[in-house]
């Protein structure tokens, strides 16, 4: 007689991916039971795996196998070496819950078998009745049917979460990773993107926020980072280049931090991600990295200007995401062109690639300049919240560092004007035109209101207007900004 349906090859790849960490334990235990494992010894590993997680403790092969020879059964699994070769056999941890859903669809034609074994079984015996055995067969489907549906969740239900838990946990109140409520440069479970040609400080940026997120620092262009665990940095081109520029920023009291909270990929990928989607999520799981670095974006996909391709990146970014890695993306614009005008303020259309690389972003820094220059400005494309800049940003080439420039910053200006700014002012000053824009204006007042809330400006509301003509609301720096600048 021909074995029950089963799959050991998913068994023993969806136990061993289980082994690299919670967050996996957490996905596949949505899915499957532990009566689905076919085999008897991989029943023992998996309910020893939600023992080890139930306690919130290592589930590697090491902590699995002390578990199991405390209980009596580790010769049952086979032996102290099984677990270890389980740990090394899963091709995919990103591709645990596809595994998953195959023992789980054997095990499912394993209960419809026994279902029509039991049911020829009963038609054979002395007396039967066809109306008893009928109604006990669409017992039996009908609960297996809702079983299919309801045990383990199921692909159906495996990411759904009720609309309060959705409104109030799924970020919609998270602080952002990098910048404030107010000017969120890098929002938590979206990607952030930074765009320029090749030389304008792209890499430099992008360093100076991985080490924020490690801690060595708290800020970068005077906008707070939210600190990490560990950093996943894959130096796709050019990576001995990526090191001497890292380099500048590095002391050796930073030895121990950057040795346990960055790891640094060389070189590139086993494959591009939009031909494997579920490889960004098993690098990071595989690192136990809270984010990724992709420097570039062009050295991880096969090509930029397919849509399709574009999309299937951004099913690869989007899967990371859900596992609750952060995402930085290093890109290039698209090359000038002849007649363009070089002081013309980007937009999403100089990115270049498809759309859909930059739909997918949460966040679209463009760093514009010349290569090597010191001074560079950065636009805000795409914003979460308020847009930041445009910021003229100075860059420490020997140290690798970029500031604000002091001249071009909203609270320096106020703090060297002692009768302050009216919003108009203020925009004529950042876009350089005497009578500026509703845009310009508007940009201007809620720059300078957002200064008051944070308690580096005061306002000084205006008068109405009458036959000479009304006062404009006057902004000055507060005396208690004056006072700790000075």
């Given at each position: ?220 262009l005077d906008m707070p980072v939210a600190p990490g665990k560990r950093v996943l940095y894959l130096a796709l081109d050019r990576y001995k280049q990526i090191a001497r520029a890292m380099a500048r920023r590095v002391q050796p009291e930073h030895e121990q931090r950057l ?228």
């Amino acid at each position: 007689m021909a074995q029950p349906p089963h799959d050991t090859d998913a068994e023993q790849a969806v136990l061993g991916a289980c082994m690299h960490g919670h967050s996996v334990i957490d996905e596949v235990r949505q899915i499957l039971d532990a009566s689905d494992f076919y085999r008897p010894a991989h029943e023992t590993i998996w309910r020893a795996l939600l023992t080890l997680r139930g306690e919130d403790k290592p589930t590697d092969p090491i902590a699995v196998n002390d578990l199991l020879t405390g209980q009596g059964d580790i010769n049952r699994v086979g032996g102290l070496v099984y677990a270890h070769q389980l740990y090394g056999y899963t091709p995919s941890v990103g591709s645990a819950a596809h595994y998953a859903e195959i023992v789980r669809n054997k095990a499912s034609l394993r209960r419809l078998r026994e279902h029509g074994i039991r049911t020829v079984q009963r038609a054979m015996e002395p007396g039967a009745d066809p109306d008893e055995i009928r109604s006990g067969v669409e017992s039996d489907i009908r609960a297996e049917r809702e079983r299919a549906l309801a045990s383990g969740q199921g692909r159906l239900s495996r990411f759904i979460i009720d609309g309060w838990r959705f409104v109030t946990e799924t970020g919609a109140d998270t602080e952002p990773l990098w910048g404030t409520r107010e000017q969120t440069a890098w929002s938590s479970g979206e990607s952030l993107m930074i765009v320029g040609a090749p030389g304008v400080g792209k890499t430099t940026l992008a360093h100076q926020v991985v080490f924020a997120r490690l801690g060595i620092g708290d800020s970068v262009l005077d906008m707070p980072v939210a600190p990490g665990k560990r950093v996943l940095y894959l130096a796709l081109d050019r990576y001995k280049q990526i090191a001497r520029a890292m380099a500048r920023r590095v002391q050796p009291e930073h030895e121990q931090r950057l040795r346990d909270g960055l790891v640094v990929w060389q070189g590139p990928l086993p494959a591009t991600l939009d031909k494997e989607p579920d490889l960004l999520a098993d690098l990071a799981a595989a690192h136990q990295a809270d984010t990724i670095v992709i420097d570039s974006l062009k050295d991880a996909m096969s090509t930029l200007v397919d849509d399709a391709l574009a999309n299937a990146y951004n099913n690869a970014r989007q899967r990371a995401i859900r596992n609750e890695v952060e995402i930085i993306e290093l890109h290039h614009q698209r090359k000038a062109t002849e007649n363009a005008p070089r002081a013309q303020k980007p937009t999403l259309d100089r990115v270049y690639g498809s759309t859909w690389l930059t739909s997918g972003a949460g966040s679209v820094l463009f760093v514009s300049g010349e290569a090597g220059d010191l001074a560079v400005t950065l636009h805000h494309l795409k914003n979460p919240t308020g847009e930041i800049g445009p910021l003229k940003l100075i860059h420490n080439h020997e140290r690798g560092i970029t500031t604000v420039d002091p001249e071009c910053d909203p609270a320096q200006i106020l703090r060297q004007r002692p009768d302050g700014l009216t919003v108009r002012e203020l925009a004529a000053l950042q876009s350089g035109e005497t009578s500026p824009d509703r845009a310009a204006t508007e940009k201007a007042r809620r720059i300078l209101d957002r200064l008051v809330k944070t308690g580096l400006a005061v306002k000084a509301e205006g008068a109405a207007g009458g036959t000479g003509g009304g006062q404009q609301a006057r902004y000055r720096a507060s005396v208690r900004h004056i006072g700790a600048v000075s």
